[in-house]
């Protein structure tokens, strides 16, 4: 799984080098993050199921151009991927969403006719509803947006 210290590590190896001041300082960044991320790992853990369904009425709410057939596929995706963010969280890296939603989950909701415009849309408004201090912590929230970012940029 990528992390910040196998991304480092692989990147030296594959350079056929030890890891620079730089990476390790990278590392050490990593590291200094810690506790923001595992404060928003869990808050996302205990909120999860309260995220997906405000996005998910928010994208699906009365006059919505979306078709309600495709409310409950919807869901499960936005559920899946935040479980995602959420393992990103922990380990410090965005592999899980590389290696698990990016690449087969785009191609599923593609293969299924379900509107990648709609996660766009749910993810951005979790990102925007995020209340500082009443959700998380401020570096927490700046943690846990810049992975939802990560991944609207990714499905755009």
């Not at 990528?2 to 990593?30: W, Y």
């Not at 698990?100 to 979790?126: D, H, K, N, S």
Request: aromatic share 8%.
């Amino acid at each position: 799984m990528k992390s910040a210290v196998t991304t480092v590590v692989i990147s030296a190896d594959l350079a056929g080098r030890f890891p620079t001041i730089s990476d390790l300082e990278s590392v050490k960044g990593s590291f200094d993050r810690a506790s923001a991320r595992l404060e928003a790992a869990e808050k996302l853990a205990a909120y999860i199921e309260k995220y997906t369904e405000d996005a998910l009425n928010e994208v699906y709410k009365e006059g919505a151009i979306y078709d309600q057939a495709n409310k409950d596929k919807c869901a499960r995706d936005i559920h899946h991927y935040l479980r995602l963010i959420n393992y990103c969280l922990v380990t410090g890296g965005t592999g899980p969403l590389d290696e698990w939603g990016i690449a087969g989950m785009r191609e599923v909701i593609r293969a299924q006719l379900l509107p990648t415009a709609a996660y766009i849309e749910a993810f951005t408004y979790i990102r925007d509803k995020i209340q500082i201090p009443r959700d998380m912590g401020e570096q927490a929230a700046t943690e846990f947006k810049a992975l939802l970012d990560y991944l609207i940029n990714a499905l755009a």
